[in-house]
């Protein structure tokens, strides 16, 4: 079995080893730091009877951990150049397999029914390519996978938004769209002296733990969300300024009333709404057809 790659030494001798050239436009970065790791591992509470997706394994670091804490790992790796070298720092290890694929375009359905037949749970842990770290996330939320958790390391502004509660400047769409599926929790900060390269961004680990069913209750999930994109359209303005781009000039006059009845104050901002205002507000709006 191969020593942990997941030191400066050990890093930089594979990469030579195979004359391995970063690419920047695929977000490498790869962890030096066998804390983290264990940090990120532990926060996924794996178990031998418990599956972990990994999403750019990268040279191997994070898939070393999570073959010992999980029952299975699938890992899928988007640059073919990193193949070979994963085969060969994964050799002897039985409980991996490697999936050479885009995460964006793999059915992950099917792949997870595959690949953790028997288990009894399964989550995401990655630390993830920084440029498409929000499209990953929706992706996984918004087809409904069956999953327990999703553990990742991103961009800490990103984590952030995504744990933001109502009423700051970091609260967002990003921020409702996370929690209406999921319960978020900061797991730690992260310097960038920790990556070979380093990012010029600090990190973060986020921890998400899928709820049962969503957190509110609305009548029409696209119609939820595409109110609370009009709400946050324009932050400096009032919701009742930004919902009349919504629902047309036209009908300006109805959503005051409409607000009111909803308990909102047609002067607030939509950084102060909570989940279960958003909701009010899309099933109201649904309710007189706008
Ligand atoms: N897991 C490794 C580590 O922690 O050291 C590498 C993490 S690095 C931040 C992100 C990895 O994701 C890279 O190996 C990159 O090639 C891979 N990647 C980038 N875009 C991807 C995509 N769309 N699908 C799958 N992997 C991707």
């Known amino acids: 079995v191969h020593a942990n790659v997941a030191t400066p030494k050990q890093t930089n001798d594979i990469i030579k080893k195979y004359g391995f050239k970063f690419k920047k436009s695929l977000g490498q970065n790869f962890l030096i730091d066998q804390n983290i790791l264990k940090n990120i591992v532990a926060a996924a509470e794996l178990d031998e009877t418990k599956g972990a997706l990994e999403i750019g394994p990268g040279i191997g670091a994070l898939t070393q951990e999570l073959a010992q804490a999980a029952g299975?790992?699938?890992?899928?790796?988007?640059?073919?150049?990193?193949?070979?070298?994963?085969?060969?720092?994964?050799?002897?290890?039985?409980?991996?397999?490697v999936e050479h694929g885009d995460v964006l375009k793999l059915n992950l359905k099917e792949l997870i029914d595959a690949r953790f037949k028997g288990l009894t749970g399964v989550s995401v842990v990655a630390n993830l390519p920084y440029y498409v770290t929000t499209p990953i996330l929706m992706k996984l939320l918004e087809e409904k996978l069956p999953l327990e958790h999703i553990v990742v390391m991103i961009q800490k502004e990103v984590a952030q938004r995504m744990?933001?509660?109502?009423?700051?400047?970091?609260?967002?769409?990003?921020?409702?769209?996370?929690q209406y599926y999921c319960i978020p929790e900061l797991v730690c900060i992260v310097p960038h002296t920790v990556f070979i390269p380093q990012p010029n961004v600090d990190s973060a680990v986020i921890k998400l733990s899928l709820r049962d069913k969503p957190a509110v209750d609305v009548k029409d999930e696209g119609h939820f969300f595409r109110t609370v994109q009009a709400?946050?359209?324009?932050?400096?303005?009032?919701?009742?300024?930004?919902?009349?781009?919504?629902?047309?000039?036209?009908?300006?006059?109805?959503?005051?009333p409409l607000l009111e009845s909803c308990g909102i104050d047609p002067t607030r901002r939509g950084e102060t709404l909570s989940l279960d205002e958003f909701a009010a507000l899309s099933r109201a709006l649904i309710e007189a057809g706008l």
């Open 72 to 97: 299975q790992v699938t890992a899928v790796e988007i640059d073919n150049r990193l193949i070979p070298i994963l085969r060969d720092v994964l050799s002897g290890v039985p409980n991996v397999h």
């Open 163 to 178: 744990a933001a509660k109502p009423g700051g400047k970091e609260y967002g769409s990003l921020s409702v769209a996370v």
């Open 231 to 256: 709400c946050f359209a324009q932050r400096r303005k009032t919701i009742a300024n930004n919902l009349t781009a919504y629902v047309g000039k036209t009908n300006r006059e109805r959503l005051g």
